[in-house]
């Protein structure tokens, strides 16, 4: 490897400079006076990106020399986000950047904003994966990211006449800069067909299993560098990619038929061509179970592969890797290391079963039993054949453990086998995950009990060791350093640098809270942060929101289960209340709302057209000038959250009780400063026990509430008639008043609350207006909200991703860092 300082490695200011002249040249094909803004993007990307690869082959250098065990972290998501800014950071070189970019005449942060946005995820599973690498990386633990490269991530998205609107993602027109391919990393990967089954001639006349594909389609991959910070570990995220393989179109090319071959070519790409944009299991879709299956088998011949370079067998494979699963989307994996070893690799079932055993570990993150992935049998046993074989092979053995452990009960069997039988039959790809792993766990403390008492409760009857929780975390380099520097500096000069990676450490700033002078600069900085992203609200939004104003902010996914209407509720009571007592004293406020919805669920594009129309009424009645005002932020993604964050005065989490698994937008407002308004949910719970209750805005039922209430028969519209102001509330959705006269947009709404309200919007509707009563009354003396606010800082340390990949290492992977020493 060549010098430090010359354009390939360099970190400083000059080099920097000619870096990026160097790269604009031979890179782009441009002089400076013609480049575009992309061609300055692209040209300092790839600066960066040799500073990255130049670690990179110093790494891989280093596994392979040391053998190192290795984590891989398979998941259909990873929700990477523009990757500049944070490889800036993690280098370690984002002041030198802008330096050098201003010196040449150019601004770092409009370079910044040429980044498209990966969006290959849908929301908080994606985004985890993403945090995990960051943490894993800056924890120096040899690691891998297996993905899928999907040509289009999750749509984006626009508002047209108040309703969602879905736009293609095509994130990789122009190029990604961070994205390497690797042609020579091939397989060709089997789909559906039929098996043959044959006794060898041998004396052992074992059985052999041909499985004979109806197509074959070729996984290449694609590598990206994610740098860890103020290390020289940059893990590989690989992402497989479809194509046709090379003898496919061969035969029909011969044949003369060219536009046959082309079709088969067509067909293999459509494989990795979209992202699901659903967050719920939609049975059916033989293409969504293709794509789980094609990447996962492209990454275990890659794990098999580099496991034959270092060994002479696979007997030790579980020694030198460990997968975990994130959700079961990748749990055809377990099916699929038992094909390798037995059918390609001539194991014997019990060894080969042994390793798999001890290989896996399943990550849950759900609690709605409609999540729950299943695939119906028949379309599992069209595509994939021999791993249907498979999995009734594991069910039988399995089945017969149950029947040791619970004599004679035949509905255990029914409950835990891995097919589903009552009614239609399905595969269950939870109970293989579970069989197939040495670990479960859940995303939050409360989570991992439920999947013990209610998701799990018989597999942890029977294998209580196997389970454990691991609440979330997230990266404090993006959502904290990268998203909000100036709270960064304040930090860095109150408590010193270092924080960064030892978050409990930002404990140190509790004294400040009661220095009035601190506070100060603490309001100082938020109010900055809160007029950065008023001027992204007009240029995405085209509304004029108002700093001075309390920012309330719910953005994620739009859900049910997650009463964003439970929040307009309280928009529309708050509005009722001011329209009624104009000198009504109440924090001024700007609720802001974010975040796309399935766009097969009608009810949640329903609940996008209430927030905008909501929003539209309240911001054209002038009686609601610098009182209240609503904002429908469109197209949350990565990029949009970093602005929104740093910004956010109130951060709500009003899922019902029991249902949001962990939740970590939750954490992302704590680490920037938002007090949260917060039902015992996910990780709410920890987040209240590390605040104290003093420090936190809590309303609602809790889980066993929730099930009693339940349990008695729940019935909304009790509450509807119990309770005056509910009534008027709801009344005037009803009344077509926010949809000019126009009563039908919301009476599906209106009546499923009334009749159903499945998620109990109605029984925790007074506890959460009196609680944001608290919350205006807390935020008027501003003296004592920005006392909360700094220690809701002081205490979020907890929820850096390290500590979350820390207990991962001891508690599971049993991995141990790797330290990378860059050489001259
Ligand atoms: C589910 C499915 C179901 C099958 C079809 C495709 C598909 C795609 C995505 C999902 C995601 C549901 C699981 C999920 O995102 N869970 C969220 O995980 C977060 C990280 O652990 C956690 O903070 C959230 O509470 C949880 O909802």
């Known amino acids: 490897l060549v010098g430090r300082d010359d354009e390939r490695m360099g970190l400083g200011v000059e080099a920097l400079k000619r870096a990026f002249l160097d790269r604009l040249v031979y890179s782009q094909a441009r002089f400076p006076e013609v480049a575009t803004r992309r061609d300055c993007f692209q040209a300092l990307a790839l600066a960066v990106r040799d500073r990255l690869l130049q670690r990179w082959v110093q790494t891989a250098r280093t596994y392979r020399d040391k053998g190192s ?153 694609w590598d990206m560098p994610v740098l860890g910070y103020g290390v020289n570990t940059p893990n590989r995220l690989r992402l497989w990619s479809a194509e046709a393989p090379e003898e496919f179109d061969f035969a029909a090319f011969n044949a003369g038929n060219y536009y046959q071959a082309v079709d088969a070519e067509v067909l293999s790409e459509t494989l990795t061509k979209v992202l699901y944009p659903n967050d719920e299991m939609e049975a059916g879709q033989t293409l969504r179970l293709e794509q789980q299956y094609f990447f996962v088998a492209c990454s275990l011949r890659d794990m098999i592969r580099l496991q034959l370079q270092r060994e002479a067998d696979l007997s030790r494979f579980h020694e030198k890797f460990v997968v975990q699963l994130n959700d079961t989307h990748p749990s055809i994996a377990v099916a ?48 994939l054949p021999r791993h249907y074989e498979i999995i009734c092979e594991i069910n039988e053995r399995f089945l017969d453990e149950v029947r040791i452990r619970f004599p004679g009960d035949e509905a255990v069997l029914r409950r835990m086998s891995l097919i589903d039988e009552d009614g239609a039959r399905y595969i269950r790809m939870a109970h293989l995950a579970v069989v197939g792993s040495f670990a479960v766990n859940g995303v939050a403390a409360l989570h991992s009990e439920l999947v013990k008492s209610d998701i799990l409760k018989d597999f942890y009857e029977l294998w209580p060791e196997k389970f454990r929780n691991k609440t979330n975390g997230v990266t404090p380099r993006r959502f904290v350093l990268l998203a909000n520097p100036t709270m960064s500096q304040l930090i860095d000069e109150t408590i010193g640098k270092g924080w960064v990676t030892d978050m409990m450490r930002l404990r140190e700033l509790e004294p400040y809270a009661d220095d009035p002078a601190f506070r100060e600069k603490w309001r100082g900085i938020k109010r900055g942060n809160k007029e950065h992203l008023v001027r992204e609200i007009k240029r995405v939004a085209h509304a004029d929101a108002d700093p001075a104003s309390m920012f309330d902010v719910q953005v994620k996914r739009i859900h049910e289960y997650k009463r964003q209407h439970l929040n307009l509720l309280h928009v529309i009571s708050l ?59 469109p197209n949350y993604n990565v990029k949009s959250g970093q602005s929104i964050f740093p910004a956010a005065d109130l951060s709500e989490q009003i899922s019902l ?72 509330v709801i009344d005037l959705i009803g009344s077509g008043f926010f949809t000019r006269g126009d009563r039908d947009v919301f009476r599906p709404l209106v009546d499923h609350l009334l009749n159903h309200d499945e998620y109990m919007l109605l029984a925790d509707f007074q506890s959460y207006i009196d609680c944001q009563e608290k919350v205006s ?29 820390k207990e991962y290492c001891t508690d599971i992977w049993r991995v141990e860092p790797v330290r990378i020493e860059l050489t001259d």
């Open 657 to 728: 009780a029991g249902k949001e698994a962990s939740g970590t937008g939750n954490m992302k407002f704590q680490m920037n400063g938002a007090l949260t308004i917060g039902t015992l949910d996910g990780a709410n719970v920890e987040i209240l026990e590390q605040v104290g209750e003093e420090n936190f805005f809590l309303f609602g039922m809790n889980t066993p509430e929730v099930k009693e209430l339940r349990r008695c028969g729940y019935r909304p519209r009790d509450y509807y008639e119990a309770n005056p102001h509910l009534r008027e």
């Open 336 to 383: 699929e290391l038992m094909h390798l070893l037995v059918d390609d690799y001539e194991m014997l079932w019990d060894e080969a079963w042994s390793i798999t055993q001890r290989t896996f570990a399943y990550t849950n993150h759900t609690l709605l039993p409609e999540a729950l992935e299943k695939w119906p049998l028949r379309l599992f046993q069209k595509t």
């Open 777 to 805: 009354e807390a935020y008027i003396d501003y003296e004592r909200w920005s006392r909360m606010s700094i220690l809701n800082v002081a205490r979020s340390g907890f929820f850096s991703s390290d500590r979350a990949i």
């Open 69 to 221: 065990r290795t984590v891989c972290y398979m998941s259909a998501e990873f929700l990477i986000g523009p990757q500049l800014g944070n490889n800036l950071i993690n280098l370690g070189i984002f002041d030198n950047a802008r330096q050098a970019m201003a010196e040449l005449g150019l601004d770092l942060d409009m370079l910044l904003d040429q980044e498209e946005e990966p969006g290959l995820g849908n929301g908080g599973l994606g985004r985890l994966a993403a945090c995990y690498l960051d943490s894993l990386a800056t924890l120096e633990i040899p690691a891998i990211g297996y993905g899928i490269r999907y040509e289009f991530g999750i749509f984006t998205q626009a508002i047209r006449d108040g309703w969602q609107a879905e736009l293609t993602d095509k994130w990789l027109r122009s190029g990604s800069p961070w994205l390497i391919h690797r042609p020579n990393v091939a397989f060709d990967i089997k789909i559906g067909g039929h098996t043959e089954h044959q006794y060898e001639a041998s004396a052992s006349r074992r059985l052999r299993v041909q499985w004979v594909p109806a197509k074959v389609v070729r996984g290449t991959a």
């Open 575 to 633: 509005y009722k209340r001011l329209k009624d007592n104009p000198n009504l004293v109440v924090a001024p406020r700007t609720v802001i709302f974010g975040g796309k919805a399935a766009p097969g669920y009608r009810m949640a594009k329903l609940m996008i057209r209430l927030a905008t129309a909501v929003a539209d009424i309240v911001g054209r009645d002038p009686a609601m000038h610098g009182r209240l005002q609503v904002v429908f932020f």
